[in-house]
């Protein structure tokens, strides 16, 4: 079964500050990956998919992810995080199957001005 | 743009009251999910649907029902509320076909918070 991890619970940064965000996933065959945004209150945004061809994937709003597959990990990353990035973050799984995706259970974000 | 609406942002329920949470899509898709989310365990799939009248289990359905006269319409139903289903509630639609053939992503809904006292 697929199975995703997102180590951090919380992260904090400054404004201005380089950001990783940490995705590990489980899955024997090629995933399928994405990174969802929830802002507080909020239903998710999809910020940048993963499904084939360039590891690095460009998303909105300055985001990018690169897929390693000797690691299993999918991580995002942003080289300057704006206040108005605090929010929760998903790293999701899916086989190609069927279009079922796992969910990591969240990275908060906290920017400090 | 694809728009997902939930019926509520917020409700109030007495335990043992039986609940809908509606959620309608605009975008002809056929599969449509809900999920519940609670604070430490991200996002958990209650039931899925793929087409009308069509329902598929998730990874948590106990507690809730699901159900789905019209393609554009997915309603969740708690059949007698109880104080451990207060959680966030997140619906999301897509378009059939593998993830990788057609690199169709889900669409979510703004979510329904539910307090059970």
């Known amino acids: 079964a697929q199975s995703v991890t997102q180590p951090d619970i919380h992260i904090t940064v400054s404004e201005g500050a380089s950001l990783e965000l940490r995705c590990n996933y489980s899955y024997g065959a090629t995933p399928y990956l994405f990174w969802y945004v929830q802002s507080p209150g909020q239903g998710l945004q999809l910020l940048l998919k993963?499904?084939?061809?360039?590891?690095l994937v460009q998303g909105i709003k300055g985001f990018e992810a690169e897929f390693k597959r000797s690691q299993s990990s999918f991580n995002l990353r942003k080289p300057s995080v704006h206040w108005s990035d605090a929010a929760e973050y998903f790293c999701a799984v899916a086989s190609g199957g069927s279009y079922i995706p796992t969910f990591g259970r969240g990275t908060s974000l906290i920017v400090h001005p | 743009d694809v728009k997902v609406t939930q019926s509520s942002r917020y409700l109030v329920k007495r335990t043992g009251e039986k609940v809908f949470l509606e959620c309608v899509q605009d975008?002809?898709?056929?599969?449509m999910f809900w999920y519940r989310q609670d604070p430490g365990l991200g996002l958990r799939l209650i039931y899925f649907s793929y087409d009308v009248k069509m329902k598929e289990k998730g990874d948590i359905p106990e507690g809730y029902s699901v159900s789905r006269e019209k393609k554009e319409r997915f309603s969740l139903i708690l059949e007698s509320a109880s104080t451990n289903q207060t959680s966030m509630y997140l619906c999301?639609?897509?378009?059939?076909?593998?993830?990788?053939?057609?690199?169709?992503?889900?669409?979510f809904g703004p979510g329904t918070r539910l307090l059970v006292l």
């Open positions: 999301a639609s897509t378009r059939p076909g593998l993830a990788g053939d057609t690199q169709e992503t889900q669409y």
């Open positions: 993963y499904f084939s061809g360039d590891t």
């Open positions: 975008m002809d898709h056929e599969n």
